[in-house]
């Protein structure tokens, strides 16, 4: 068995789980197009350690050594899931150490009074060898599950040019208009349909289902670095 035949067979363990819809998902994950996905399970193209990347940052479960090595088994235990995970670009710069603030948001008076930095610090995270990020905020909700979880903390790096900056597929917190009011939201940001001036937010949990938003509804954007889960308080 290829590394690309075990991918399908975890893309078949996700589809009976309920937790992928179709190889048109999947292509969107992996960041190429069907035309792609089929290569890859025909074996006329290799599974690339940047899609095998991809696929571990949305599917903290999947064993990797399984896929490169057939080493033990295909899903981990929850206990092997990592409780710190890093969402790394190639041209990020390790800070070898800094001290990331943890901000209250629900204290705050708006999420960009907190990307600013102005109040609400709850405490400093020291991460050694994270990339540059401005600061770290409390997750609620379930719309990233289970990359993500209520009461995970996501470690950020502000974005400030929202036309140019955005590089797609990655995870963004924002702070977008909805029904006249600014709702703070953690998603996938892909490009949209609608025209180059509008993005589409992208669930990790399937139950959500994508919307598309014109940028002049996004007040404030930031790229996910990392992000931290405690597993327990005793």
Same mark, same amino acid.
Not at 25 to 46: Q, S, V, Y
Not at 125 to 151: C, F, R
Not at 200 to 206: A, E, W
Not at 214 to 226: G, I, Q, R, T
């Given at each position: 068995?290829?590394?690309? $035949?075990? +991918?399908?067979?975890?893309?078949?363990? +996700?589809?009976?789980?309920?937790?992928?819809?179709?190889?048109?998902?999947?292509?969107?994950?992996?960041?190429?197009?069907?035309?792609?996905?089929?290569?890859?399970?025909?074996?006329?193209?290799? *599974?690339?350690?940047?899609?095998?990347?991809?696929?571990?940052?949305?599917?903290?479960?999947?064993?990797?050594?399984?896929?490169?090595?057939?080493?033990?088994?295909?899903?981990?235990?929850?206990?092997?899931?990592?409780?710190?995970?890093?969402?790394?670009?190639?041209?990020?710069?390790?800070?070898? *150490?800094?001290?990331?603030? +943890?901000?209250?948001?629900?204290?705050?008076?708006?999420?960009?009074?907190?990307?600013?930095?102005?109040?609400? %610090?709850?405490?400093? %995270?020291?991460?050694?060898?994270?990339?540059?990020? $401005?600061?770290?905020?409390?997750?609620?909700?379930?719309?990233?599950?289970?990359? *993500?979880?209520?009461?995970?903390?996501?470690?950020?790096?502000? +974005?400030?040019?929202?036309? $140019?900056? %955005?590089?797609?597929?990655?995870?963004?917190?924002?702070?977008?208009?909805?029904?006249?009011?600014?709702?703070?939201?953690?998603?996938?940001?892909?490009?949209?349909?609608?025209?180059?001036?509008?993005?589409?937010?992208?669930?990790?949990?399937?139950?959500?289902?994508?919307?598309?938003?014109?940028?002049? $509804?996004?007040?404030?954007?930031?790229?996910?670095?990392?992000? %931290?889960?405690?597993?327990?308080?005793?």
């Amino acid at each position: 068995m290829t590394h690309n $035949d075990r +991918l399908f067979e975890f893309f078949n363990y +996700l589809k009976k789980e309920g937790k992928i819809a179709s190889q048109v998902e999947l292509a969107t994950i992996l960041n190429t197009n069907p035309a792609g996905i089929n290569d890859i399970k025909g074996n006329r193209k290799n *599974l690339s350690i940047e899609n095998l990347m991809t696929m571990k940052k949305s599917y903290p479960e999947l064993n990797t050594d399984w896929i490169l090595m057939e080493e033990g088994d295909m899903i981990l235990t929850q206990k092997e899931v990592e409780t710190t995970s890093e969402y790394v670009l190639r041209t990020d710069t390790r800070q070898e *150490l800094q001290r990331i603030p +943890l901000y209250d948001h629900l204290g705050a008076a708006s999420l960009t009074k907190v990307f600013e930095g102005h109040q609400n %610090i709850i405490d400093y %995270i020291t991460i050694p060898n994270l990339p540059k990020s $401005d600061g770290a905020l409390y997750i609620t909700g379930d719309s990233m599950y289970p990359l *993500l979880k209520s009461g995970d903390i996501a470690i950020y790096k502000r +974005l400030f040019d929202m036309t $140019d900056g %955005i590089l797609f597929g990655e995870m963004y917190i924002l702070s977008v208009k909805i029904d006249d009011d600014f709702t703070t939201v953690v998603k996938f940001v892909q490009k949209s349909e609608k025209g180059e001036e509008w993005i589409r937010l992208v669930s990790q949990n399937t139950h959500h289902a994508p919307k598309d938003f014109h940028l002049s $509804d996004v007040v404030a954007m930031a790229m996910v670095k990392a992000s %931290i889960r405690i597993n327990s308080m005793m």
